[in-house]
């Protein structure tokens, strides 16, 4: 008798088994499918990039030498002026280009929900989630690649990190998280927004909560309100994060509070986005 709840529960593994691989095995060919897309339109990497490149240039060589003159001393130990700014602006710059591309992401999901290829998709035996995951993670690649050249113009700028092998590995992880929650959010309000412009004027609130934290300048010289907000706000924990784990300067609690941000935006994000996602009439 005992030996059918056994072959049941056998056979109800191997078919979760199976249903993980081909959900596996469906996401990266929608993986694919955006890495085509990359190639095909490399306008898509340059607009991420090129918004915060032209931010930090802005930033550093015509209004740098005048904030950082507020900073004191910078994270990097430089004295003030332009040196010191560069360095503290930095960590708020590279959030900047993560918001940018999630930005990009919401219009690229808007325009696969207003063409009818994710009706077609419905209809065809893959994974539901993989058309989803497919997006996210073609983001995440695209993300970590204009980063790298967002930093690369800002060491010709003068950024001077103090970060070790280990510190720069601790950036790409909390990098890596930090895209992938910001990312399902953009999904979830892509397919909210219904519209292409939508997608994209849903987005813009990430653009500005870096200016609203301390990407740009200390909070303490904020407003006490505006100050209560940027201090709570998490996006301040993230930069404080990255520019602890580049400048070497002081975490504190920002690590902790940033990944669990980090959770429970992507957490909230994915399961917004599969409901919606699920609840789409097929085509």
């Not at 930033?59 to 700014?85: C, E, K, N, Q």
């Not at 219009?107 to 058309?131: C, K, L, P, Q, W």
């Not at 895209?179 to 959010?185: E, N, P, Q, R, S």
């Not at 909210?192 to 200016?211: F, R, W, Y």
Request: hydrophobic share 50%.
């Amino acid at each position: 008798m005992s030996a059918v709840p056994r072959t049941a529960s056998r056979v109800s593994s191997h078919a979760s088994s199976r249903a993980a691989s081909h959900a596996f095995a469906d996401s990266a060919t929608m993986l694919r499918r955006q890495l085509r897309h990359m190639l095909r339109y490399p306008t898509l990497i340059l607009t991420a990039t090129g918004v915060p490149v032209v931010l930090l240039l802005l930033f550093v060589h015509v209004l740098g030498g005048i904030l950082g003159a507020g900073l004191g001393t910078g994270p990097g130990g430089a004295s003030g002026g332009r040196d010191a700014y560069v360095d503290y602006v930095v960590p708020g710059v590279i959030l900047m280009t993560v918001a940018t591309a999630a930005q990009g992401t919401a219009i690229s999901v808007a325009i696969d929900m207003n063409e009818g290829i994710v009706a077609r998709f419905r209809t065809m035996a893959i994974a539901r989630v993989s058309v989803l995951t497919g997006h996210v993670l073609g983001s995440l690649i695209q993300t970590l690649l204009s980063i790298t050249a967002v930093i690369g113009v800002a060491l010709l700028s003068g950024f001077g990190p103090t970060a070790g092998f280990a510190e720069w590995l601790g950036v790409v992880g909390v990098l890596v998280m930090i895209i992938l929650a910001l990312t399902w959010l953009a999904v979830a309000l892509a397919m909210v927004a219904k519209s292409v412009a939508g997608a994209s004027n849903m987005l813009t609130p990430l653009m500005i909560l870096p200016m609203m934290g301390s990407g740009f300048v200390p909070t303490d010289s904020m407003p006490s309100g505006l100050r209560w907000f940027a201090d709570y706000q998490p996006f301040t924990p993230f930069i404080e994060t990255l520019r602890g784990l580049l400048m070497g300067t002081p975490i504190g609690d920002s690590g902790g509070l940033a990944v669990g941000w980090c959770v429970v935006i992507a957490l909230g994000g994915y399961l917004w986005a599969k409901r919606l996602y699920d609840r789409e009439p097929a085509g």
